[in-house]
């Protein structure tokens, strides 16, 4: 194997890792370069901070989804759903999810969609008094409902359980297959309703945003490699002098395709582009799409280019804090093992020989691999780039107090990265 003539040098790093233990950051005060936002982390805790921003749009967003979940079609469904408890379907897990609501699988895209719109303001002459209230137009408000069950549904679509092996699930074989009906049900309904509901605000430009949107989510599931599971895959790294080019989301046109597969193997490049198709496409448009409904064209660019970086961010928290909180399951194309590939690509040899063998990846040795590169320094360098870049365009925008809310959110999680990475 290729890789082997470089593997005693990071095991001899491996060994020197395995005998650190993780610090304890709860009690952690992480100061802020960023003056004038917070000057100091200490009791910025999330859910003030969700609480605080809905307060300013004046829409209570953490009940988005109940709304749409909980009405008729829906609520005949979910009955059923007690006949998977003990399963272990996928289905139960993400239904927790989204009744509790978490920083887990970006569940505030409705609210960022909402916040970007008071942010921006809009010429009350253009617009009665009856089609908006609290600096937020309706229409806005139902973009921000049709964006987060888009995102949704698309959520819900991926917990299908893999039944390949008849035999592997036994008794719980036929149980898992009704979860899958629920699943597909679900999801169909949801999605349906969004197009609806899409076709209701009466602006093509909109719709062809929102629709390329999910475009995106679903190429996203298809994008490099996968194994058996359908699980990704981190593609194999290329050498520096078969790179052409590195991706700019920022500079494309966004209705088109993005990126192109040229990106795979190019470590930060293909995780941007992964991250862009499965969330910062949809968020950067709903956000973006929300400017065209508010006559704001000028700021349209720049609302897209704020969504995208408030994926991104969100991305990298929650790659790193899978990465660090399960060390022997976590995502394979994250953002440390995919910078960590680039950097060191004997790390890669881990991934292609279970691959080759057909066995299931050595997670821990893998976990003490990218612990042995530089790889958490560059996810620091890349987590304050995408912070700079927050709080570069957000600054654009003239509500305030919409626009320090945008701030404070990423900061939460900007804070709460840094405190996995050291």
Not at 96 to 113: A, E, F, M, R, Y
Not at 342 to 358: F, Q
Request: net charge neutral.
């Amino acid at each position: 194997m290729i890789w082997n003539h470089r593997l005693l040098f990071l095991d001899l790093k491996i060994a020197n890792l395995k005998f650190r233990t993780e610090g304890n950051f709860k009690n952690l005060r992480s100061y802020s370069r960023w003056g004038g936002i917070i000057s100091q982390r200490e009791e910025l805790d999330w859910r003030d901070v969700i609480t605080e921003a809905e307060q300013i749009v004046g829409y209570p967003t953490s009940f988005l989804n109940l709304r749409w979940l909980f009405n008729d079609e829906i609520a005949n469904t979910a009955i059923h759903l007690r006949k998977l408890v003990g399963t272990n379907h996928p289905l139960l897990k993400s239904a927790k999810n989204l009744l509790i609501g978490s920083k887990s699988n970006l569940q505030s895209v409705g609210l960022i969609v909402l916040l970007v719109s008071k942010a921006a303001g809009f010429q009350t002459q253009h617009f009665t008094k009856d089609l908006y209230d609290s600096g937020v137009l309706h229409s806005q408000r139902a973009l921000a409902e049709i964006v987060e069950m888009k995102r949704t549904g698309h959520l819900i679509h991926k917990t299908m359980a893999n039944l390949q092996d008849k035999e592997k699930h036994g008794d719980k074989f036929k149980d898992l297959l009704y979860g899958n009906k629920i699943v597909l049900l679900t999801g169909d309904y949801l999605l349906a309703t969004c197009l609806q509901h899409l076709g209701g605000l009466r602006n093509n430009e909109v719709t062809e945003l929102i629709s390329t949107g999910l475009r995106d989510l679903v190429e996203g599931d298809f994008f490099g490699d996968h194994d058996d599971d359908n699980n990704p895959l981190p593609s194999k790294p290329k050498a520096s002098n078969e790179v052409t080019s590195h991706y700019n989301w920022e500079h494309e046109d966004n209705l088109a395709k993005l990126g192109s597969n040229e990106y795979l193997g190019q470590g930060k490049d293909e995780w941007l582009l992964r991250t862009m198709l499965t969330s910062g496409s949809l968020l950067g448009k709903g956000c973006q799409a929300a400017m065209k409904l508010g006559k704001q064209e000028h700021l349209e660019k720049d609302a897209y280019k704020l969504g995208g970086h408030l994926a991104i961010i969100w991305q990298l928290y929650l790659d790193v804090k899978d990465f660090f909180t399960h060390p022997y399951s976590y995502s394979l194309v994250g953002a440390p093992v995919t910078l960590a590939i680039w950097e060191y690509p004997t790390v890669y040899s881990y991934i292609i020989e279970a691959k080759l063998d057909k066995k299931p990846v050595e997670f821990k040795q893998l976990y003490y691999a990218v612990r042995g590169t530089r790889a958490l320094e560059y996810l620091t360098k890349f987590l304050e780039e995408e912070m700079a870049a927050i709080l570069k365009y957000s600054s654009k925008f003239p509500v305030e107090d919409a626009r320090v809310a945008i701030q404070k959110m990423a900061m939460t999680v900007h804070s709460e990265t840094l405190q996995f990475i050291e």
